[in-house]
C-alpha cells in the first residue's frame, strides 16, 4: 500500500477510535488544532511519562518545572522572538494559497532524494544479493544525475537562508520550477518574513492594557526561573531543568495532521553547562535522546539525524532527530547547543546578574544551556505512525479478512487489559465486573460484554489494547481465564490470580526505563 494511502487510513482512524478529533468540529473545524479524545488523551499522557521519568526521574541532576505560558513581554523581546522568530512565505497568486518557502525548496530536495533512492531500490531488487549499493550509488548515470542537481540546489539553499536573501529563495523557486500543488502553475508573489507568535491583550483597555504572548516555545520559562531553581535546589553545574508544557505558533502553512499544529505541547530540557564544555554534552545528550527513541522498539533504521543548514540565532551546534513517518523523514526533537545567549540576554534585559560561582573552577560564570526539545504531538504520530498495521487473518468460518491492529507498546498503550465475558449470562457478567474492580487500581482497563468475542478482539486491536481476558463457564468452575495476546493473537490459560503480575511484567514502565539505563 503506498504509504500516503496508510496516512490518510491512519488519520481516519485517529478519529474513529477517539485518539484524535479535529477541533470544533461541529463547526466545521479550526484549522490546524486538534483536540486528544479518551485513548489518545492516555497515550500523550503514557508518553509524558516515558520522557519525564527518562529525564527527571533517572538524572539526579535534572530536575521539573511548570512555569506559565503568560510571561513579561519583554521576555520575547530580550529571546530575540519578537524580532526574529519569523518564516519566509510566499502566496501562489492564483490558488491565493500560502507556503513556507523554505518547506517548498527542501520539498524539492526530497524529491532529488526520493528519485535516487528509487533507482537503487530497482537495482537492488534486479540485482539481489550480488547488489553493492555503494558502488551503484558512485556510478549510476541517473542517480550521478540527481546527486548533482541536489547538490547545487542544497548549496544555493543554503546559502540564501543564511544570507537572509528573500530574492535569492524566490529566484530558486522560479529556476527549479516549482509548481502550487493545488492550482498548478508558478505565479508566485515575493518571499516576505512572518513573524509567528500569537498575541493579546492582558488587563483591561480602559487602565492601559499589556500585550502579551503565548509562548512559542517553553524554554524561556526555565530560563527566567533559572536563578530560582538553581538556588532554592542547591543545584551544582552540570544540571537540568524539565519542562512539559504547551506551545503557540501560528504556522503559516498547517498541514500532515497534527504534525504541524498551531497550538501544541513540548517537552523540553534545558541543561546548565560550563562554558567550553557545551559541545561535549551536545554529543552526550544527542547520543541519550536517540536511544530514547530507539528503545521504543520502532527500528533503527527509520531514524536519522539531520544537522541545521541555518543556525538560529543563539545556537553553535543543532541537530534535529527525524523519523521516517508515511510522509517522509521530518523532525520529531530538535537538539540545540544555545551557548550564554538566553541567560546574558535575560541579564542584560532584566538588570539582574544571572551567574554561577564555579567552586571547582573558583570563578564565576553566565551558563552554557544544551536543549533537548521533542514535540508531544510529534512524538505521539510517531508511535501511531510505527504501530499501525493490517494483517491477513483467517476467521472462524474458514474465510480470510483483514484485521487493523495498532502495535503500540504495551507500555504506551492507552488500554492495558480489556476484560470480556463470554456472555453476559450465568454469573459471567458479575465475574467479570469483579475482576474488572480488581485490576482498575493498577491499571487503566476496560470491560466489554456487547458483541461477539471476535467483534470485541479487533476493537481492543484497533486500539491497541495488549491484554483481553476473557472469562467462560470454566472460569466459575476453576477460577481461570483465557489471556488473548494481542500481537501475536496466542490464548492461554491462567488463573485470575496471576493476572496482575502478567500484565506488570509488560506493561510496567520500568522495563523501557531499564532498557534505556542499560
Ligand atoms: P519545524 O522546522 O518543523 O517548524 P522547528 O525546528 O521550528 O520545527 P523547534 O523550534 O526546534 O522546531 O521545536 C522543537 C520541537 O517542537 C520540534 O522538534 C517539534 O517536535 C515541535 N514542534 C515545533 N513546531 C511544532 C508545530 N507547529 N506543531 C507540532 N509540533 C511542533
Request: overall charge neutral; hydrophobic content about 35%; some cysteine.
Amino acid at each position: 500500500m503506498a504509504q500516503e494511502e496508510v496516512f490518510k487510513k491512519l488519520v481516519a482512524h485517529c478519529k474513529e477510535y477517539g485518539f484524535v478529533f479535529p477541533s470544533s468540529e461541529i463547526y466545521d473545524g479550526l484549522s490546524a488544532v486538534y483536540d486528544y479524545g479518551q485513548n489518545g488523551v492516555e497515550l500523550k499522557n503514557n508518553l509524558k511519562k516515558y520522557w519525564w521519568d527518562s529525564m527527571v526521574f533517572l538524572h539526579e541532576n535534572i530536575v521539573g518545572l511548570d512555569s506559565d505560558i503568560f510571561m513579561h513581554p519583554s521576555i520575547w523581546k530580550a529571546s530575540g522572538h519578537v524580532d526574529a522568530f519569523n518564516d519566509p512565505l510566499i502566496d501562489n497568486t492564483d490558488s491565493k494559497k500560502r507556503y513556507r518557502a523554505d518547506v517548498l525548496i527542501e520539498d524539492k530536495l526530497a524529491k532529488y532524494e526520493a528519485k535516487m533512492d528509487k533507482e537503487v531500490e530497482k537495482a537492488g531488487k534486479k540485482f539481489g544479493e550480488t547488489f553493492d549499493e555503494k558502488e551503484f550509488r558512485e556510478t549510476n548515470l541517473r542517480v550521478l544525475d540527481n546527486r548533482k542537481k541536489w547538490d547545487t540546489l542544497h548549496e544555493r539553499y543554503k546559502k540564501a537562508m543564511n544570507d537572509e536573501d528573500f530574492k535569492e529563495l524566490k529566484q530558486i523557486i522560479i529556476d527549479e520550477e516549482i509548481v502550487c500543488p493545488v492550482s498548478g502553475t508558478r505565479n508566485w508573489t515575493d518571499v516576505r518574513q512572518f513573524n509567528l507568535m500569537f498575541s493579546t491583550e492582558m488587563g483591561s483597555t480602559s487602565d492601559g492594557s499589556m500585550k502579551v504572548y503565548l509562548r512559542p516555545e517553553t524554554a524561556q520559562g526555565v530560563f527566567v526561573n533559572y536563578l530560582n531553581v538553581q538556588k532554592t535546589g542547591r543545584m551544582k553545574i552540570p544540571f537540568g531543568i524539565a519542562q512539559i508544557g504547551k506551545a503557540f505558533r501560528n504556522e503559516i502553512v498547517a498541514r500532515q495532521f497534527i504534525f504541524r499544529m498551531r497550538e501544541f505541547e513540548q517537552m523540553e530540557m534545558e541543561f546548565f553547562v560550563a562554558p567550553g564544555t557545551e559541545l561535549e554534552w551536545f554529543e552526550k545528550w544527542k547520543a541519550f535522546r536517540m536511544k530514547w527513541h530507539e528503545n521504543l522498539g520502532f527500528g533503527k533504521e527509520n531514524y536519522r539525524f539531520h544537522v541545521h543548514e541555518k543556525l538560529a540565532h543563539y545556537a553553535n551546534a543543532a541537530v534535529d532527530i527525524e523519523y521516517k513517518f508515511p510522509f517522509g523523514f521530518k523532525e520529531v526533537e530538535g537538539i540545540h547547543s544555545r551557548t550564554d545567549f538566553d541567560l546574558s540576554q535575560h541579564q542584560k534585559f532584566s538588570g539582574k546578574k544571572i551567574s554561577y560561582y564555579d567552586p571547582e573552577r573558583k570563578e564565576s560564570y553566565t551558563p552554557y544551556v544544551v536543549e533537548t526539545s521533542i514535540g508531544l504531538d510529534r512524538m505521539f504520530l510517531e508511535v501511531l505512525s510505527a504501530s499501525y498495521c493490517e494483517e491477513e487473518v483467517s476467521t472462524a468460518k474458514g474465510g480470510k479478512e483483514i484485521r487493523v491492529v495498532m502495535k503500540i507498546p504495551p507500555v504506551l498503550a492507552p488500554v492495558k487489559v480489556a476484560v470480556m465475558p463470554l456472555v453476559r449470562k450465568d454469573g459471567l457478567a458479575e465475574k467479570g465486573k469483579e475482576i474488572f474492580d480488581d485490576l482498575k487500581f493498577d491499571f487503566n482497563c476496560t470491560y466489554d460484554d456487547k458483541d461477539s468475542i471476535g467483534k470485541r478482539y479487533r476493537r481492543m486491536d484497533a486500539l491497541g489494547t495488549p491484554f483481553c481476558i476473557t472469562l467462560d463457564y470454566q472460569t466459575l468452575e476453576d477460577n481461570t481465564v483465557t489471556v488473548r495476546y494481542r500481537d501475536s493473537m496466542k490464548q492461554e490459560r491462567i488463573p485470575v490470580s496471576k493476572i496482575k503480575e502478567m500484565v506488570t511484567e509488560q506493561v510496567s514502565s520500568k522495563i523501557l526505563l531499564k532498557k534505556l539505563m542499560k
